[in-house]
């Protein structure tokens, strides 16, 4: 079955950076993009960007151009998603869910169980 | 950047009710809507893809509709258990962008 298995719970200063996993398994890990969403406590959901595992391309929300950086690696079916400069704002839990790759209407059935990132002085 | 309007953002509803949550796109998306729904501390559950067609293992009271830049999700006979947030996504193009939520509540 299906699987998206995040990492756990990060407590991080003002300034500092957070580097989130998402270990897939139960399907061909470079048929599908890996996206990220976050959502701050009590609001809504905000996408933030995705990457291609396949061959590492990536496309981020404007708003967070320059801070954040997606990696995977394909021997051990795992994305990540780092971002820098963390401030108040960041905290929230943050999703990692895939897309069938090459475009379609086959996105976000399964996420990761989200990984909250608090950022605090 | 494609702005998606929800409405209403919250409202109060019994069992048994028809309830009718609508999102719109602020340019045509043809039917590249999902919705989704999230319960209190859970994760967003894909319900409809492309517009209209319904997950697998989603009751059939959940329907969706539209085209362009008007849809409607439709829960023909509210359940206890559907007492969630309801968010919207539209992935015609970069950045996707979700509708800011509706929550439905017990009335």
């Known amino acids: 079955q299906v699987q998206l298995v995040q990492s756990g719970a990060e407590v991080k200063k003002p300034g500092a950076s957070v580097k989130v996993s998402c270990k897939a398994s139960g399907y061909t890990f470079t048929a599908y993009n890996m996206h990220w969403v976050r959502q701050a406590p009590g609001q809504g959901l905000e996408w933030m960007g995705w990457i291609n595992p396949n061959n590492g391309g990536t496309n981020f929300a404007q708003k967070f151009q320059g801070r954040v950086t997606m990696t995977s690696d394909t021997s051990i079916s795992t994305a990540y998603m780092e971002l820098s400069r963390l401030t108040s704002d960041d905290t929230a839990v943050y999703y990692c869910a895939r897309v069938q790759a090459g475009g379609g209407y086959n996105l976000f059935d399964y996420w990761g169980q989200g990984t909250l990132v608090t950022v605090s002085s | 950047d494609i702005q998606m309007t929800q409405s209403p953002s919250a409202m109060s509803a019994s069992v048994g009710d028809r309830v009718t949550i609508t999102c719109r796109a602020s340019?045509?998306?043809?039917?590249?809507l999902a919705w989704f729904q999230q319960k209190p501390g859970k994760v967003p559950k894909r319900l409809i893809y492309?517009?209209?067609s319904l997950q697998s293992g989603v009751p059939s009271r959940f329907i969706g509709s539209g085209f362009g830049t008007e849809f409607t999700l439709t829960i023909s006979s509210l359940q206890p258990e559907d007492f969630a947030t309801y968010y919207c996504?539209?992935?015609?193009?970069?950045?996707?962008?979700f509708g800011g939520g509706t929550k439905v509540e017990i009335k």
């Open positions: 340019q045509g998306i043809t039917k590249y």
């Open positions: 492309a517009a209209s």
């Open positions: 996504l539209q992935h015609n193009s970069y950045p996707l962008t």
